[in-house]
């Protein structure tokens, strides 16, 4: 399908209806959307695969604002392309903005994915966003009803334990456009969705719809950005937001369903992606794929929280930390009273000498945000010495 495209966008006002989590969605982003070009003859498409659809299986309850750990093993569902999943079952209200994140805890469970299904009577499209080391999926549930999270692998022998992170959002959301909700990417890692008439819309120009995503783009590194669609006209752009609202490169065509781009990062920043389509009123569904070797980052999830400890007076106490995230992880120890100063950094802080109890916790950071420990206590305890021995059994005379 050929579009003409006949006149370069102009600074249109994209409102962020709601926003990744480290994304304030307070008004409009001004962005220069990408200037149209000519889409050539019909070629090889090179359309990605959509996710395999799922067969069903059983469900396990889960509430919002909650982890569940689960396990991925032999027995479990199997998807049409044979692989394994879990799924998950919760009610949700209409408009509630829910954020799931399945975190991979063993070196076995690779190329995760994650996505909703609606309710019976449901016609829109959830998100589904797949591959990569985890995988964290946002949705204003459309309507009421009880909803399905799954999660599984896109390798056919991948097993293995796993976090999944339930959280929910009950506030009124700040537009009407509730699918207007920014996805963060991962290196190898695709997202498929749709444009609709709930996605972002442009102020100057209510007639296209566009999705934002988020990348954690490292220095040096490429970033190979694919996006397929035969429902639509597929173009997109990328930004550094916190730099300028001009677009630091935008997709040629591939194809007649494809659109590519390859970026090298300048400087380590996130960066947006805006999906769009080159015709008025486009809609239906796309995929977006991102290939890449070091960008990317996650929340830390602290998998090993520090315990309290007991030690004899005077002796240091060994404190220690484990947090699943990709890339580096900072952490930073801190006294849990007073001005909650900076005591320590690493995964492990040995303690000042203790005469009085101490509290402490410590913060694991990345790029993407924070996660603080429980406060773990330390206290000093006197140990008894061990009783004598007992005096030596004298043997009776011989007489």
């Not at 003859?41 to 299986?57: F, Q, S, T, V």
Request: glycine letters at 8%; one cysteine or more; aromatic letters at 8%.
């Amino acid at each position: 399908m050929r579009f003409a495209r006949t006149a370069l966008f102009g600074c249109l006002s994209l409102a962020l209806g709601m926003a990744a989590e480290a994304r304030a969605a307070s008004g409009a982003i001004d962005i220069v959307l990408p200037a149209p070009h000519p889409r050539p003859a019909a070629i090889d498409a090179g359309a990605l695969r959509p996710a395999p659809l799922l067969e069903g299986c059983g469900s396990t309850p889960i509430s919002c604002n909650s982890d569940a750990h689960g396990q991925l093993l032999n027995g479990d569902c199997l998807s049409a392309n044979v692989t394994l999943y879990d799924e998950y079952v919760f009610n949700g209200g209409a408009q509630e903005l829910v954020t799931a994140t399945v975190r991979p805890l063993s070196d076995g469970y690779t190329n995760a994915w994650i996505g909703f299904v609606a309710p019976p009577s449901g016609t829109a499209l959830p998100p589904l966003i797949s591959g990569g080391p985890a995988a964290t999926v946002r949705y204003a549930l459309p309507i009421q009803g009880t909803w399905r999270v799954q999660l599984g692998t896109n390798d056919r022998f991948a097993a293995g334990e796993y976090l999944l992170r339930m959280a929910c959002d009950d506030s009124a959301p700040p537009s009407t456009q509730i699918e207007c909700i920014e996805q963060d990417l991962l290196c190898g890692q695709q997202a498929t969705w749709e444009l609709s008439s709930l996605s972002c819309i442009a102020a100057s120009d209510p007639n296209r719809f566009y999705s934002m995503y988020r990348v954690w783009g490292v220095i040096g590194d490429t970033l190979n950005i694919r996006l397929t669609s035969s429902a639509f006209d597929p173009q997109f752009a990328i930004y550094d937001l916190s730099q300028s609202s001009v677009a630091l490169a935008q997709s040629s065509a591939l194809n007649t369903t494809t659109d590519t781009l390859s970026f090298s990062v300048p400087r380590s920043a996130f960066y947006d992606i805006a999906v769009t389509s080159g015709n008025l009123h486009g809609t239906g569904q796309y995929t977006l794929a991102l290939d890449c070797v070091r960008s990317g980052c996650l929340i830390p999830i602290i998998t090993k929280e520090p315990v309290d400890v007991a030690v004899p007076p005077f002796a240091n106490a060994t404190l220690s930390v484990e947090a699943n995230s990709i890339g580096d992880i900072e952490y930073e120890w801190h006294e849990a009273t007073g001005a909650q100063n900076t005591v320590g950094f690493g995964t492990k802080y040995v303690t000042v000498p203790i005469t009085a109890p101490h509290d402490y916790y410590v913060i694991a950071s990345t790029p993407c945000g924070t996660a603080t420990s429980r406060i773990v206590h330390v206290r000093p305890v006197v140990i008894d010495p061990p009783p004598p021995p007992p005096p030596p059994r004298r043997r009776a005379a011989r007489h």
